[in-house]
């Protein structure tokens, strides 16, 4: 596979990982390494970063680290020559990007924010990320498409009357919608979980296109296999199309999970941060860009969601401890790796090594959540005497070890949901809070009751609506 490493905390923890739970086990000579350091990049002018997108089209599995993309103050902290860009844009755009997978993470026996699995696709290409702008005064904007053959196509005209405006420009490339539909309704199929497609097509008439690909494929390949698992009871049998403004809301009160969204770029980027801030923080989702070669193989890159955790990093240079949990690392390296096997299996390869890979991903899994049950986790789950980020490292090889050589002999204690104010982030205004209780607690007797309970959900916007179950929709409430 290809190894593509970054820099900061999650570099750090990255080589710990790979020096304790894997080496021990796996030759990793087949691994093909680039250094996506900003650093790095400036020095060979970016060639390492068109050296990966390379590796990674011609190999087909790969995990990244998480990059910096440099800010101005940056640039000048770290000596480089030139701003950076995100390598993002050049992997999606090399690899065929169709879709980038963000999927809640679970760890067995403790309770997160979502009960069951959600699952989340957001269309790799187009929408704001590609526009192009300009600042412009007053006079007439005029859109004009150019095709290969043929006259030139006016698709908008407008004049613009104030002395201060923005035009921008961008499109929604729909080829590869097809695919993506297909991938996201089969992962869906698997789980076991309802699909939704997500535009805002009533106001943005443009959007309608995703949702007519989506439907077309559904109904054609997956609706009765959709139907025979009784999947569609909640939504009249048919596939539903939700406005991403109601996603937004039903993602709050979903908490069950159990479902699956597909949507436009931008609207996948913004749910999927809602995502994983219902279930807990960003490092408990995952972010897989699926892409495909032309020749049919599939392109997996895989990598955590959140960033680099500089944070942390300089508490690290200081000297002082640190913990953190490397969970979505080591999903990205598990997904990796598995997807790494089972292409060299496709190609011919030794089924003994697609099955070794297996068993230890599941046991690794395992191991590390267990270790997380038994309370010997990091400080976000196990409150401040949980371990050390390197301590943590040292009991899951322990724990792993152990259990390849006996196997799992132990059932590990079920937890309910890790306090929230475990994380690093949380600063909850407790001044604030007790001040919306009491607006609430309308009797001002110190709790609240269910009628002041209902109000509550409703002001907020969350409150569960009625079902019409023959129909499948909201009733009017």
Known sequence: MVYISGEEMTNY????????????????????????????????????????VSAGSKIGAIFKEPTITPTKEQVEEFGLSRPLGSPNGAMRKGWNGITISRDTIHIEGVELGFKQPVLFERHAVGGEYGAGWKTVGRGKLLTTFHPEKGDPLL??????????????????????????????????????????VVTKKTVFKWQEGFWEIHKSVFDEHYKEKFASKGLLSKTGGELQHLISDAATMQIIRWTGGNFGMSAHNYDGDMLTDEVAQVHRSPGFITSNLIGKRDDGVMIKEFEASHGTVTDLWHAHLRGEETSLNPLGLVEAMIGAMQHGAKLELEAGGPEENYEK??????????????????????????????????????????RLERYLIQGEDETAPELSEPDRAFR???????????????????????????????????KLGVAPQKVDREKGKKADV
Request: hydrophobic share 35%; proline share 3%.
């Open 424 to 458: 690093r982030n949380h600063k909850v205004d407790e001044d604030a809070v007790q001040e919306m209780f009491a607006s609430y607690d309308t009797d001002g007797n110190g709790s609240i009751d269910i009628d002041e309970f209902t109000n509550l959900l409703v």
């Open 155 to 196: 698709v908008d005209s407008r004049d613009l009357d104030n002395d201060h405006n923005v035009a921008v420009v961008y499109h929604n490339p729909l080829d590869n919608v097809t695919d993506l539909a297909h991938h996201f309704f089969q992962r869906c199929l698997e789980q076991e979980v309802v699909p939704y």
């Open 13 to 52: 923890a990255s080589k710990l990982i790979v020096k304790s739970w894997i080496e021990p086990y796996f030759d990793t000579g087949k691994w093909e390494e680039f250094d996506l350091s900003c650093i790095n990049r400036d020095k060979t002018d970016d060639q390492v970063l068109h050296d990966a």
């Open 357 to 398: 890979v297996m068993t230890w991903t599941t046991t690794l899994r395992k191991a590390m959540h267990n270790t997380f049950r038994y309370g010997q986790g990091t400080r976000d789950l196990s409150g401040p005497d949980g371990f050390t980020t390197e301590d943590f490292v040292k009991k899951v090889a322990w």
